[in-house]
């Protein structure tokens, strides 16, 4: 009976530490950091208009213990939340739980959310609930097919923008003429979570998703040459108009990477860079040239993924970090 025990105990402590093995933060060279701060999660303490509040809301969002609804299934629409502590890091990765849910039949739905980095917050505007020529990065969830012409890409489709402030987004077009990548998904109406996770590291942008109940990681985009600012607000936005959906954010985790800069770099200061990108071709190219969709990588162990593809992060491939 004792050696049955002590059998008992190192079963136990192998399947704890293999369980952590599989599911905590796998790294490789990187150490992920949750920065509280800059996160949004159950039960959404710190929300609110108050002095401490760390996340500020506006329009139709509504605030429960379970979720942050920023729009309604109802028309017309607009709803966003914001960090209030500007983001001082160099390097990180936001995780993003979201469900876009409602009664409207394939087509009769939208318009989306839109994931921001950005210098001013909560400016409500006609791009998703919130300002027009921004200064910063934006991630679209689109779930309503403007543009009858483009119709050699599914909706939902998500999408990246950086932009200096002097770029509108052409709601015409699906915002086609200054995006920088994207990918199809089906994104409403799933029965499980599903995430989607951006990474800043080193002048590369990357967006990940996770929507098929697969726990492992997608590539979406994947680009270099985009530089950022430090000092924004993360957000979140969205709208509503003739058709509508129930736009939910159930959690927004940011991660520091801690990566190692050139004595260059470190004394640069960042919160002077202009938000641009280094491109081949002009994002107008994108009018006439369908976006390629990445293939999924799909991660070896947990929601991680290797989402390297030549020229990754110079030193080495980071699996992405434990939702």
């Known amino acids: ?24 933060d796998i ?73 876009i849910h409602g009664s409207g039949k394939k087509n009769l739905h939208g318009d989306g959310i839109a994931l921001w980095y950005t210098k001013d917050r909560l400016h409500p505007g006609p791009v998703f609930g919130n300002q027009d020529q921004f200064l910063g990065l934006a991630i679209f969830l689109d779930t309503f097919r403007n543009d009858l012409h483009g119709m050699d890409r599914s909706f939902p489709f998500i999408s990246a923008m950086v932009n200096n402030g002097s770029v509108n987004y052409d709601h015409g077009k699906d915002g086609r003429s200054s995006e920088l990548g994207g990918c199809s998904a089906e994104i409403r109406n799933r029965d499980h979570d599903t995430y989607l996770a951006i990474r800043y590291s080193r002048e590369r942008l990357t967006v990940m998703i996770d929507v098929e109940d697969k726990n492992e990681w997608k590539e979406c985009i994947d680009i270099g040459g985009v530089r950022l600012p430090t000092g924004y607000f993360f957000g979140a936005s969205a709208a509503t108009g003739d058709l509508s959906d129930n736009h939910d954010i159930i959690s927004m985790k940011l991660y520091q990477l801690m990566v190692e800069h050139s004595p260059e770099e470190e004394n640069q200061d960042w919160t002077k860079i202009e938000p641009s990108v280094s491109l081949l071709k002009s994002p107008k190219d994108n009018i006439d040239d369908p976006t390629e969709t990445s293939e999924a990588r799909p991660s ?12 990754c992060w110079e030193s080495s491939c980071a699996p992405w970090s434990e939702l």
């Open 27 to 99: 790294t490789d060279g990187n150490v992920e950091h949750l920065k509280r701060e800059h996160s949004l999660m159950k039960p959404y303490q710190g929300v609110g208009s108050g002095h401490s509040s760390q996340w500020d809301f506006w329009g139709n969002t509504l605030v429960t213990s379970s979720y942050v609804r920023l729009t309604p299934d109802e028309r017309s629409k607009q709803g966003s939340i914001w960090n209030t502590v500007p983001c001082h890091l160099k390097d990180w990765e936001m995780h993003v739980q979201f469900k």
């Open 1 to 24: 009976m004792g050696n049955f025990r002590v059998f008992l105990r190192a079963a136990l402590v192998f399947l704890i530490f293999g369980v952590c093995f599989v599911s905590c």
């Open 300 to 311: 070896p162990a947990g929601r991680c993924s290797c989402s390297c593809s030549a020229p």
